[in-house]
Every structure is written in structure tokens, then in C-alpha cells.
């Protein structure tokens, strides 16, 4: 999300988990209307903690502590 100097170049950021809410302020500064059907949905659990143990659950917070806090994502 940074350069090598550690430096934001972005403005704003989409989330695909909050694909349509995200998308709002860049299609209405377009002023496209824009419909993005779901396609090659898993069949897998939507509940993806159930593929986590903890340790791997520790893991992947350590190492993407910094967008968890931004985000606001939780385990």
C-alpha cells in the first residue's frame, strides 16, 4: 500500500468484501452506472475461520497486522 520509502500513493481503497460500498465514490465520480454480478462463487464455508487453528490465525495477524487495524478486520 506504500512505496519503497514508505510512502501512501493511494487515495482509496476497495475492499471486495465491501465491493459495492467501495465502489460508490469512483463510479459516481465516473458517472457510470455499474452492476458487477457474482461469478465463480466457491462452493467452500463462507465462515473461513473454520480453516484457521490458532496458530495460523496468530500468523496471518502478525503479518497483516497493519491493514487489520485499518480495516477494522477481526478474527
Known amino acids: 500500500?506504500?512505496?519503497?520509502?514508505?510512502?501512501?500513493?493511494?487515495?482509496a481503497f476497495i475492499r471486495i468484501e465491501h465491493l459495492e460500498e467501495?465502489?460508490?465514490?469512483?463510479?459516481?465520480?465516473l458517472g457510470l452506472g455499474l452492476s458487477i454480478p457474482i461469478a465463480n462463487m466457491s462452493e467452500q464455508n463462507r465462515d473461513y475461520?473454520?480453516?484457521?487453528?490458532?496458530?495460523?490465525?496468530?500468523?496471518v495477524g502478525a503479518l497483516c497486522a497493519e491493514d487489520i487495524r485499518r480495516f477494522g478486520y477481526h478474527f
Not at 506504500?2 to 493511494?10: H, L
Not at 475461520?49 to 500468523?59: T, V
Open 49 to 59: 475461520r473454520k480453516y484457521y487453528d490458532d496458530l495460523l490465525a496468530e500468523f
Open 1 to 11: 500500500m506504500a512505496d519503497a520509502k514508505g510512502v501512501e500513493r493511494f487515495l
Open 22 to 29: 467501495d465502489l460508490q465514490p469512483f463510479v459516481q465520480h
